[in-house]
């Protein structure tokens, strides 16, 4: 009965390679996040989104995308893979700016 | 620049005793606080929030105070379990429009309970 769930749970790829990280929460939540955790161990906000706003941290390249097909999915799209793209990637939701709730994390490797 | 600092990276404590972690704040619009566990391979668990109207909040084993003046907040687990054993995030938050409630998260303090 995952809450928050992420697929896959490691993604090994070549750089320039397109890949995609998909998220699905069963909470009834209307919010939505992707952070990513870096190697410093630093957790940082990437995106959040509901049905009336995308946030994006201006920090994030535009080779990033969120795509929401609804409210119970965010799925990260990312182009043009760099090295500096290895990371573990988390996906959360939340009931509008209450407490957020994470998935199990990705991590991508970039060779 | 941090926004919100866990000064300590890791804390030992014996089983039964208390743990007390720490978390420092630099941003006087944050007016939401959170703790969160981690267990490595997996994703942060939240465990308790606190608003800025309050300076104290608990939940079972865990309470959280807040000290708004000295933009200080602190994690006590009490008697503390080697199931505890476990790396905890301090968030903190900026509600209000714009935000969406994005969470900027501390280092992280690497928690040992010994049994």
Known sequence: DTAVSQTPKYLVT?????????CEQNLGHDTMYWYKQDSKKFLKIMFSYNNKELIINETVPNRFSPKSPDKAHLNLHIN????????????ASSRGERAQY?????RLTVL | ???VKQNSPSLSVQEGRISILNCDYTNSM?????????????GPTFL??????KDKNEDGRFTVFL???AKHLSLHIVPSQPGDSAVYFCAASARGEGSQG???????????VKP
């Open chain 2, 30 to 42: 944050f007016d939401y606080f959170l703790w969160y566990k981690k267990y490595p391979a997996e």
């Open chain 2, 102 to 112: 994005n969470l900027i998260f501390g280092k992280g303090t690497k928690l040992s």
């Open chain 2, 1 to 3: 620049d941090q926004q």
């Open chain 1, 102 to 106: 994470f998935g199990p994390g990705t």
């Open chain 1, 80 to 91: 043009s893979l760099e090295l500096g793209d290895s990371a573990v990637y988390f996906c």
């Open chain 2, 48 to 53: 308790i929030s606190i608003s800025s109207i």
């Open chain 1, 14 to 22: 070549q750089m320039g390679n397109d890949k995609s990280i998909k």
């Open chain 2, 67 to 69: 000290n708004k003046s």
